[in-house]
C-alpha cells in the first residue's frame, strides 16, 4: 500500500507528466490546455492533503480518546467520536470543520506524550468491585498530571471560549481531586464519607460513569442495596457495553431478589409471632403454644419465645415442662431480671413439691414395712389363735404369759382392737406387731355371747 508520505510525490509525478502533455497540445488546443491544468490541480489536491488530512484525523481522534477516557471508539463515525469528547469538556458540540474541532479539543486538554495502547479502562470482572475499577485511572492519572482537563488557547471564541477552558480545567482538577479522596476513604472503610464526596463528583460531573460506578459500591458496602443499584443502572445506562457494568447491575438484582425474599420471610414469622401473642393475652393457650412452638423450631434463639412457652406450661400446671423453657430464656438473655426470678421461683417450687414428694414416699414405705410385720403372738402372749365367723378365736391360752394373765380364755372371740375391727389372725398379729413393747391397748370380745371389754 502506498504511503502517506508518497502520495505527495506520485501526485507531483502525475503534474508533471500530463504538464509535458499539455505543454505538447497547446499549440493546437489552448483551450483544452486550461482544462487540463484545473484537473492536475484538483488531482493533486485529492491526492495529496485528502489522505493526509483523513488519516492524520483519525489518529488525532485516537490519541485524544485514549487521553481522556482511556479506550478508542474507532468502531463510530468520527463525527459521533468529535461530538462525545467535545460534549465531555466544553457540554456541547460543535458543528465546523473537523480539523477545527480536533484543534479545539487539542487546546483544552494537555500535550499527549507516547501515546502507544490504551490502558484498559476496566479490569478484569470480578465479585467483589472496587472503586478503582473506573475511577483509579483517573486518580492516578490526576496523580501523574496527566488529567481530562481544559486549558485556554487560541481560538475563533477568543477570550470567552478560553475563560470557559479555564472553568473546564478547574472542574476537571476537582473531579479528579475528590475521586482519589473518595477511592482512598473507601479503602479505609469510610463508606459514609467516600459515598458524600462520590456523589460531589457526580454533582459536577453528572455523565461520569465511573464516579456512579464507585459509588455504587460504597452504597452496597454501607448496606444501601437500593441505592447502589440505582447507581449501578446510571453508570450502564451511560456505558451500555461495560461489562462490569453490566455484571454489577445483575449482581445487585440478585441481591435485591434474595433480600426482598428474606423479609417477606420475616415479615412472615413476626405475623405469626403477634398472633401468638395475642392469642396468649385472650387466654387461647393451646393455640399459643402451637405458634410458639413454630417459632421456637424457627429460631430457638428467641428468649421471649422461650419463655412464653415456659409460662404457658405452669397455666396448664406442668411446671416440670416448664423448667427447661425458662432455663434457656435466662441463658439466652441472663441480664433480664424478669427471666431470672421467674427461674429462681420455678425451682424453689418444684424443689418444694420434690421434697413433698419424697416425705409421702418413704411414709407409704415405713406403712408398708409395717403392714408386713408379724409377730409370735404364742412366744410373746401366749396366745394361741384360730379363724372364726365373728373374728379370731382365742383357741388356748399359755399360763404365766400375758394372755391368760389379762383375763383371756378359750373360746373368746376377738373382735376389735383400738377401734380397729379384727377379721383375719394374719390382721391382728400384724396390729400387736406395730404396738411398742409393753404398752396395753382396748381389746372388744364376745364371750359367751355376750360383748365385754378388756385391756390387753
Known amino acids: 500500500m502506498t504511503s502517506v508520505f508518497s502520495l505527495p510525490f506520485l501526485a507531483l509525478f502525475v503534474y508533471l507528466f500530463f ?14 490546455s486550461l482544462h487540463l491544468h484545473c484537473y492536475l490541480v484538483l488531482i493533486l489536491v485529492l491526492l495529496s492533503v485528502g489522505p493526509c488530512l483523513s488519516q492524520g484525523a483519525a489518529s488525532a481522534i485516537n490519541d485524544l480518546e485514549n487521553q481522556l477516557f482511556f479506550r478508542q471508539y474507532d468502531g463510530e463515525k468520527d463525527v459521533a467520536r ?25 487546546a483544552a486538554v494537555p500535550a499527549i506524550k507516547d501515546v502507544g495502547v490504551p490502558a484498559p479502562q476496566n479490569p478484569a470482572p470480578s465479585n467483589n468491585w472496587s472503586p478503582q475499577a473506573q ?19 487560541n481560538d475563533d471564541n477568543g477570550d470567552a ?60 458496602a454501607n448496606g444501601n442495596l437500593p441505592q447502589a443499584a440505582s447507581e449501578y443502572n446510571q453508570s450502564s445506562s451511560i456505558e451500555p457495553d461495560n461489562k462490569d457494568y453490566q455484571l454489577a447491575v445483575q449482581s445487585i438484582k440478585n441481591k435485591l ?11 412472615k414469622w413476626q405475623l405469626l409471632a403477634s398472633q401468638a401473642a395475642d392469642a396468649l393475652k385472650n387466654g ?26 415456659g409460662t404457658i406450661y405452669l397455666m396448664q400446671k406442668k411446671p416440670q415442662d416448664a423448667l427447661p423453657h425458662y432455663k434457656s430464656a435466662h441463658k439466652l438473655e441472663p441480664a433480664n431480671k424478669i427471666y431470672e426470678q421467674s427461674l429462681q421461683k420455678l425451682e424453689l417450687s418444684l424443689k418444694e413439691v420434690k421434697e413433698k414428694e419424697k416425705a409421702v414416699k418413704e411414709s407409704e414405705k415405713a406403712a408398708k414395712e409395717d403392714s408386713h410385720k408379724k409377730i409370735d403372738l404364742r412366744a410373746t402372749f401366749g396366745l394361741e389363735l384360730k379363724p372364726s365367723r365373728d373374728g379370731v378365736m382365742v383357741k388356748k391360752t399359755i399360763p404365766g404369759l400375758r394372755a391368760s394373765s389379762v383375763g383371756l380364755f378359750p373360746q373368746d372371740v376377738i373382735k376389735a382392737v383400738d377401734g380397729v375391727g379384727i377379721t383375719k389372725v394374719s390382721q ?21 355371747k355376750v360383748t365385754c371389754q378388756l385391756l390387753f
Request: aromatic fraction near 6%; hydrophobic fraction near 40%.
Open 161 to 220: 471560549q478560553s475563560r470557559q477552558l479555564q472553568v473546564m480545567e478547574a472542574r476537571a482538577n476537582q473531579v479528579n481531586t475528590l475521586l482519589s479522596q473518595a477511592v482512598s476513604l473507601y479503602r479505609q472503610k469510610q463508606f459514609k464519607e467516600a459515598i458524600d464526596l462520590f456523589e460531589q463528583v457526580i454533582r459536577l460531573d453528572p455523565q461520569n460513569a465511573s464516579a456512579h460506578f464507585s459509588l455504587g459500591i460504597a452504597l452496597e
Open 257 to 267: 431478589d434474595e433480600q426482598n425474599k428474606t423479609k417477606m420471610e420475616d415479615y
Open 428 to 448: 391382728l398379729e400384724q396390729i400387736l406387731a406395730s404396738k411398742p413393747m409393753g404398752q396395753r391397748f382396748q381389746m372388744i370380745l364376745i364371750r359367751r
Open 135 to 153: 475511577s483509579s485511572q483517573n486518580s492516578a492519572t490526576a496523580a501523574e498530571g496527566v488529567a481530562p482537563v481544559a486549558r485556554p488557547g
Open 19 to 32: 504538464h509535458r502533455l499539455g505543454l505538447q497540445r497547446q499549440a493546437a488546443a489552448p483551450h483544452m
Open 82 to 106: 468529535l461530538s462525545r469528547m467535545e460534549n465531555y469538556i466544553f457540554g456541547q458540540s460543535y458543528n465546523d470543520s473537523v480539523e477545527n474541532r480536533i484543534a479545539r479539543i487539542k
Open 284 to 309: 387461647q393457650v393451646d393455640q399459643a403454644l402451637a405458634m410458639y412452638n413454630q417459632l421456637i423450631e424457627k429460631d430457638p434463639h428467641q428468649a421471649l419465645y422461650q419463655y412464653n412457652v
